[in-house]
């Protein structure tokens, strides 16, 4: 039997490599604090194993200092918003050129607010990991914490690690934009001392993958770094509803948030325009966001007249956001210009949801989806240019066209390949070849 710890920011769902549970350092804190536990894997690993009985029972490290972790730090604080870089306790500050370039090298280090934890963490893990003879080291994050205590396990315990990191990080200027001259720097070290000790590095995009293989040319290999995408699994998903027919407001639903780096003006004044060019009144479409917006987001709505055709829908979880999710003629995935190394997560849900997509976005790869699997519209950060994709979908569903996607295609970002993938570097670094992967 192999076995497997995983540290994660997030509860890993059953469809990567079958398991529910894993070791993990998780930000969504169950209500009785951080409970690690561990994957145990049959040799050769198989996606459809059943794996439940095979994770073990373990005690949960509630307590720290002088009692458990609810009663020294809340939910609330856990799960708060990063504040702004240079933001102390909400006070803003006046200071202006190199005072407050000087205040952004002293505060913005790149660690963020679960960095605090890791001593304690490590020693939980480290303790887990030999009680359970643990043969390989798994993060799973989108870097920060999770990779620095994946590699200290690491180097502590010699075992191999595995960096699965959903997005670039010390290379990519939307993190090293905020952090200035010392964070960036220390961020890149950070990064090569744990892209070093890794034995594999895996990004979920071909561009975040090419990216740091320049980066990295002559230090590592370019075989190092691969590509595994985000993908769905499909039982672990509601039933899919009975899709929209031609009549009925036309629905485009954005599941996520609107944040300032990605704000929803460029779109609201599409929509707006869209909304003009075919004569609608209110009743006769609507625009539902699922997640938080900005105060950017609601001006614009006023400004532009839309609060009759844009509205909130009360937030799903993800394995129960097919339900209404199936009920968009419009699936929406908005990025910023400036997330062009990376593919939105939404855009695997969207696919499971089996609803025409409208992707704007600048990476090509997000562009190659759509076109192999017929799923809809990728188009840049042009109004115009969303107005036709907007009037393109609209006549669509009034004219009754059915959508049909390329399901062959659709079933390449589902848990199944995805899960051989890691199987093969999984088996490939601990030094067992699985000629069937």
């Not at 839309?306 to 339900?323: M, N």
């Not at 003629?329 to 695997?348: E, F, M, N, W």
Request: hydrophobic fraction near 40%; charge should be neutral.
């Amino acid at each position: 039997m192999r076995r497997f710890a995983m540290i994660s920011p997030y509860f890993p769902p059953s469809s990567f490599v079958g398991a529910k549970r894993a070791l993990t350092f998780c930000r969504n804190l169950p209500a009785n604090g951080w409970t690690p536990s561990v994957i145990t894997l049959p040799v050769h690993i198989e996606r459809d194993a059943d794996l439940e009985p095979l994770i073990p029972d373990v005690p949960t490290y509630r307590h720290y200092r002088t009692g458990p972790i609810d009663t020294w730090m809340t939910r609330k604080e856990l799960n708060a918003k990063p504040k702004p870089f240079g933001d102390n306790r909400g006070h803003t500050t006046h200071s202006k050129g190199i005072w407050r370039q000087i205040k952004k090298e002293l505060t913005s280090l790149p660690f963020d607010r679960y960095a605090k934890f890791i001593p304690w963490a490590k020693k939980g893990c480290q303790r887990f990991i030999e009680s359970q003879q643990c043969d390989l080291i798994h993060v799973n994050a989108g870097p920060f914490s999770g990779l620095i205590l994946g590699t200290m396990l690491s180097k502590q315990t010699g075992l191999p690690l595995v960096l699965d990191l959903r997005d670039p990080w010390a290379h990519d200027p939307i993190y090293s934009d905020a952090w200035g001259v010392m964070g960036t720097a220390l961020a890149k070290k950070i990064e090569k001392w744990a892209f070093t000790q890794a034995s594999r590095v895996v990004m979920n995009s071909e561009s975040a993958v090419s990216l740091y293989r320049e980066a990295y040319s002559g230090v590592l290999p370019s075989t190092h770094f691969e590509v595994i995408r985000n993908h769905f699994d499909e039982a672990l998903y509601d039933p899919l509803p009975t899709p929209p027919g031609a009549d009925g407001p036309f629905r485009v639903i954005f599941f996520g948030h609107l944040t300032p780096l990605r704000n929803g003006q460029l779109f609201f004044e599409a929509w707006r325009r869209f909304i003009d060019r075919e004569n609608l009144v209110a009743g006769d479409a609507i625009l539902l966001t699922l997640g938080e917006r900005t105060q950017v987001d609601d001006d614009a709505v006023e400004a532009l007249e839309l609060s009759d055709f844009v509205g909130r829908e009360t937030w799903q979880p993800f394995i129960r956001s097919r339900q209404l999710l199936g009920t968009a003629d419009v699936l929406l995935d908005l990025t910023s210009p400036r997330h062009g190394l990376r593919i939105a997560g939404k855009l695997y849900d969207y696919l499971c949801a089996r609803r025409p997509i409208l992707s704007v976005s600048n990476n090509p790869e997000v562009a190659q989806i759509h076109a192999d699997a017929q799923v809809g519209h990728c188009v840049a950060h042009d109004v115009d240019a969303i107005v036709d994709a907007l009037c393109d979908l609209y006549r669509r569903k009034r004219a009754g066209t059915k959508f049909q996607p390329n399901l062959d295609v659709v079933h390449q970002f589902s848990a199944g390949p995805a899960a051989a993938k890691m199987a093969r570097i999984f088996n490939e670094v601990v030094g067992h070849e699985d000629p069937a992967l």
